[in-house]
């Protein structure tokens, strides 16, 4: 069974700094889907970034990319200059071919002006 | 502890039949959360409940939805009458709020086919 594990329930990071937020997933599966997630306090999930497993080029969206790293079964995300705006749950989800999803129990982020 | 538990964990319905689906959230947590998963929209929040008591809706796509917390031990969704547009895989997730702490704990989700 796909397991998927944060390890950091609750981080910090001041306005405009790099936070990077982890994690760790295990399956035995080759091909497959990585999610992060947003909720904010609004309780709305919002997705941030895809990464499909075949792709070797680490997914970006403006201030969010993704570190992944197939062989370790890694995917951490990093969000650059970081804004209030991005004080919120952050979700890491993966899914397989069968569209069988496991989340990981979330990483609460604030964001310090 | 046995996690979020979700019944059933599939289910095949045709169009126009009622569909219920149950979640018994982790024992102690006070929030109980129901999502709808499909590729096309990703992760949508529908409902989400605090002390049994339902604090937002607005998720909840239409009338044939409805949602109900009876006890801090079940939760039901309820889909009448089901259509193909409502297959997807719904997922029920619980917490409790400690502190700033609020981690969400996902059940295996149920997944639903409108036929």
């Known amino acids: 069974a796909q397991t998927v594990t944060q390890s950091q329930p609750e981080m910090s990071v001041q306005e405009a700094e790099t936070v990077t937020l982890s994690c760790t997933y295990d399956?035995?599966?080759?091909?497959?889907?990585l999610f992060w997630y947003k909720q904010p306090p609004s309780r709305q999930m919002i997705l941030v970034i895809r990464?499909?497993?075949?792709?070797?080029q680490n997914a970006t969206e403006n201030r969010f990319s993704v570190n992944f790293q197939k062989a370790a079964k890694s995917f951490s995300l990093k969000i650059s200059d970081s804004q209030l705006g991005d004080t919120a749950m952050y979700f890491c989800?993966?899914?397989?071919?069968?569209?069988?999803?496991?989340f990981g129990a979330g990483t609460r982020l604030t964001v310090k002006p | 502890d046995a996690g979020v538990i979700q019944s059933p964990r599939h289910e095949v319905t045709e169009m126009g039949q009622e569909v219920t689906l149950r979640c018994k959230p982790i024992?102690?947590?006070?929030?109980l959360f129901w999502y709808r998963q499909t590729m096309m929209r990703g992760l949508e929040l529908l409902i989400y409940?605090?002390?049994?008591?339902?604090?937002?809706d607005s998720g909840m796509p239409e009338d044939r939805f409805s949602a109900k917390m009876p006890n801090a031990s079940f939760s039901t969704l309820k889909i009448q009458p089901s259509e193909p547009r409502d297959s997807a895989v719904y997922f029920c997730?619980?917490?409790?709020?400690?502190?700033?702490?609020?981690?969400?704990?996902f059940g295996p989700g149920t997944r639903l086919t409108v036929l």
């Open positions: 997730a619980s917490s409790f709020l400690q502190g700033l702490a609020d981690t969400q704990y």
């Open positions: 399956t035995s599966e080759s091909n497959y889907y």
């Open positions: 990464q499909e497993a075949y792709k070797q």
């Open positions: 989800a993966f899914m397989n071919n069968n569209n069988d999803m496991r």
């Open positions: 024992s102690g947590h006070d929030y």
């Open positions: 409940f605090n002390n049994n008591v339902p604090i937002d």
